[in-house]
């Protein structure tokens, strides 16, 4: 049981350029989201999901694009990147009223 | 709106010590609570879930005890250890179905040998 996993583990991307962070659940969850996490700014919630083609933004969405075609998947697309988005990005999984499942994180540098 | 607040943002012991650590929140209505550990440059880790109907959690050397009706809990360490040191975050899921966890913003707790 590999509960929630993230990929990539690090990335480095130049401003401007596109691209996704994976994120994968084995465990039939309905509820996914994403979250970033900064130095004193703690985890802010960028965007979630209740189920397979249901989403909705959270905190900090601009700049970014997530789609639910699964339950098992929830992609988070940053469409332009930019320095602003250099961060810590933390996946979750739960049921609709449990407790959280977070993967290992994704380090992005934006240079 | 719910917010959750943590005290002491951060905390220092010699080993061996019992310790406890605070989250207070400011809607009652919750489906349930949850302590999380973070180690610099690490991922959450789960520590302890506890339901809305349940008092208290116990697992190993931690126990977690919720009061609804004041808006707490506390996080009991019992004779930490050097390995214990980390970030501990609480956060809450909102009564609402399908609501988000909001999340305190963590203490940090540093054991000395």
């Known amino acids: 049981n590999a509960g929630v996993t993230q990929t990539p583990k690090f990335q480095v991307l130049k401003t401007g350029q596109s691209m996704t962070l994976q994120c994968a659940q084995d465990?039939?969850?309905?509820?996914m989201s994403w979250y970033r996490q900064d130095p004193g700014m703690g985890l802010r919630l960028i965007h979630y999901s209740v189920g397979a083609g249901i989403t909705d933004q959270g905190e900090v969405p601009n700049g970014y694009n997530v789609s639910r075609s699964t339950t098992e998947d929830f992609p988070l697309r940053l469409l332009s990147a930019a320095p602003s988005q250099t961060s810590v990005y933390f996946c979750a999984s739960s049921t609709l009223i449990g407790g959280y499942t977070f993967g290992s994180g994704t380090r992005l540098t934006v240079v | 709106k719910q917010e959750v607040t943590q005290i002491p943002a951060a905390l220092s012991v010699p080993e061996g010590e019992n310790l406890v650590l605070n989250c207070s929140f400011t809607d009652s209505a919750i489906y349930n609570l949850q302590w999380f550990r973070q180690d610099p440059g690490k991922g959450l880790t789960s520590l302890l879930l506890i339901q809305s109907s349940q008092r208290e959690q116990t697992s190993g050397r931690l126990n977690a005890s919720l009061d609804k009706s004041s808006g707490r809990s506390t996080l009991y360490i019992a004779a930490s250890q050097p390995g214990d040191s980390a970030t501990y975050l609480c956060a809450v899921r909102p009564g609402n179905y399908g609501q988000n966890f909001v999340f305190g913003p963590g203490t940090r707790l540093s054991v000395l040998p």
């Open positions: 465990m039939n969850h309905e509820y």
